[in-house]
C-alpha cells in the first residue's frame, strides 16, 4: 500500500462550464476526515463529493455522492484510489455547476478525471509495519541506554520523565530489544505503519 505526502494537494479544471475543484490529503482515522470536510467542503458550492480509505491491515474507506446521479460521483472517486493502491487518503472533488448537465457518463469521467489528474501528479510513498515498543528504565541506566539505541540505530519518536525516565522507540523487529544487554522494562508494544 501507498499514501501521499502530508500537505493539502489542489487542482482544478472546468468541464463543460462546471468548475471541479480536487483537494487530497493524508488522513488516518474517521476523526481526521470528519475535521477534513468540515474545513475544505465549500457550503456555497453544488456538491462536495468525496471518497477515503484508512487503514492497512484493518482498511475501512467509503465515498460520498453528496446529490449527484447515484454512482456518479463518489464510487469514481474511490475507484481511483483503489486502482492506485493507495490509503490513508481523502480526495474531495468540489464541483460548482456551470448550467450545461454532462449526463452519467461523463459525469463519471469529470469526478475520474478529477481525481486521477491530481493524484497522478504526485509522489508517492510506500507504507512500512512498524512497531512503537514504550521501554521505561532507572535514571542511572540513561548512559548504557542512549548507548545502545545509537549503536544499534534506533530511532526514538518520544522521551518521557514524569515517573521517571520512558522512551518510545519505533523498530522493525522486536528482536533488537531481546538482544539489549542494558535494563529496561517494556511498558507498551503498539503496531504501526509508517512512510518512513
Do not use: W
Amino acid at each position: 500500500m501507498k499514501t501521499i505526502g502530508n500537505k493539502i494537494y489542489k487542482n482544478s479544471f472546468v468541464i463543460n462550464k462546471s468548475e471541479f475543484i480536487a483537494i487530497a490529503k493524508t488522513i488516518s482515522s474517521k476523526k481526521e476526515l470528519e475535521e477534513f470536510l468540515l474545513e475544505y467542503s465549500e457550503n456555497d458550492a453544488n456538491h462536495n463529493c468525496f471518497a477515503y480509505k484508512i487503514g492497512v491491515d484493518n482498511v475501512i474507506g467509503g465515498f460520498n455522492d453528496d446529490g449527484e446521479p447515484n454512482g456518479t460521483a463518489g464510487k469514481p472517486i474511490f475507484n481511483v484510489i483503489e486502482k492506485m493502491g493507495l490509503t490513508n487518503i481523502v480526495v474531495l472533488v468540489i464541483r460548482y455547476f456551470g448550467g450545461i448537465k454532462l449526463g452519467a457518463g461523463p459525469l463519471t469521467r469529470a469526478y475520474t478525471s478529477s481525481a486521477s489528474e491530481l493524484l497522478n501528479g504526485l509522489e508517492l510513498f510506500e507504507m512500512h509495519k512498524v512497531i512503537n515498543v514504550t521501554i521505561s528504565f532507572a535514571i542511572e541506566n540513561s548512559k548504557s541506554i542512549d548507548t545502545y539505541i545509537r549503536i544499534n540505530n534506533l530511532f526514538i519518536i518520544d522521551k518521557n520523565y514524569t515517573d521517571g525516565p520512558e522512551y518510545t522507540l519505533q523498530i522493525d523487529d522486536l528482536s533488537i530489544l531481546k538482544q539489549a544487554n542494558v535494563k529496561f522494562e517494556i511498558t507498551s508494544i503498539v503496531e504501526t505503519y509508517t512512510t518512513i
